[in-house]
């Protein structure tokens, strides 16, 4: 799977659709770079709360995005994230800086700032680049475009196993979180969560990992096949 010219492939959806282990384990089979760009907002979020920035303030948020260093490491399953020199892989993972990137995220100019940075980093091809605005805002010209989705209770059982507490209460903060970001991703004025109209849109509701991860194989071998 060499061909001349490298592939962009984008593949956006909503929390718990499983596209960042989807997009790492293609990029590993493709020998491609994966982007996660959910985890450079993440890390904006994350630094934002450091410095007592609010989140809200897009214009104070957006001058914190332009003087930040966020660079991606391919690590298997995902990406080793340094901000500013500093490993915080591990900790824009929490609960916390999960609902802040989603606040930050929302403001147009702070996209702007993200949106040409993820450019940049893909504009040579040889990357898979996962998010919620890549097929549509960041690369809509990428030659591979999926869309993941899966219904919510599925997508909230995923994270919930994921993050390893399976009570009660954590399912239903789960439950609520995945709602409520739902519904800033697909409302939001800037790039909304939409599938491109050219997009392949496969539902993981009742797949596993391996079987949605060589559905996409198969479109890309499809799309090398035309470039060779």
């Known amino acids: 799977m060499s061909p001349t010219r490298k592939l962009i492939i984008a593949i956006?959806?909503?929390a718990g659709s499983g596209k960042s282990t989807i997009a790492a384990r293609l990029a590993r089979k493709l020998g491609y770079i994966n982007l996660?760009?959910?985890?450079?907002?993440?890390?904006?979020?994350?630094?934002?709360?450091?410095?007592?920035?609010?989140?809200?303030?897009?214009?104070?948020?957006?001058?914190?995005a332009e003087n930040t260093v966020i660079h991606l490491e391919a690590q298997g399953d995902g990406n080793r994230v340094l901000l500013d020199g500093r490993d915080v892989s591990q900790r824009i993972r929490q609960p916390d800086v999960t609902i802040a990137a989603s606040r930050v995220s929302a403001h147009p100019a702070v996209r702007r700032v993200l949106v040409a940075r993820q450019r940049e980093?893909?504009?040579?091809?040889?990357?898979?680049?996962?998010?919620?605005?890549?097929?549509?805002?960041?690369?809509?010209?990428?030659?591979?475009?999926?869309?993941?989705?899966?219904?919510?209770?599925?997508?909230?059982?995923?994270?919930?196993?994921?993050?390893?507490?399976?009570?009660?209460?954590?399912?239903?903060?789960?439950?609520?979180?995945?709602?409520a970001r739902d519904q800033r991703d697909r409302t939001r004025v800037a790039s909304p969560?939409?599938?491109?109209?050219?997009?392949?849109?496969?539902?993981?509701?009742?797949?596993?990992?391996?079987?949605?991860?060589?559905?996409?194989?198969?479109?890309?071998?499809?799309?090398?096949?035309?470039?060779?």
């Open 193 to 228: 969560l939409v599938p491109a109209p050219d997009a392949v849109i496969l539902d993981t509701t009742h797949r596993n990992i391996d079987e949605v991860v060589a559905e996409v194989e198969g479109v890309v071998r499809q799309r090398l096949d035309r470039e060779a």
């Open 121 to 179: 980093l893909g504009a040579n091809g040889g990357v898979v680049m996962e998010g919620r605005d890549i097929g549509t805002a960041v690369f809509p010209d990428a030659d591979v475009k999926i869309f993941l989705d899966a219904d919510p209770a599925v997508r909230a059982e995923r994270r919930v196993l994921q993050n390893g507490d399976s009570s009660i209460g954590e399912r239903q903060r789960v439950q609520a979180e995945i709602a």
């Open 12 to 14: 956006d959806g909503p």
């Open 36 to 64: 996660e760009s959910g985890a450079m907002y993440r890390a904006l979020a994350f630094k934002a709360m450091a410095h007592n920035v609010a989140l809200d303030d897009a214009e104070a948020v957006r001058q914190l």
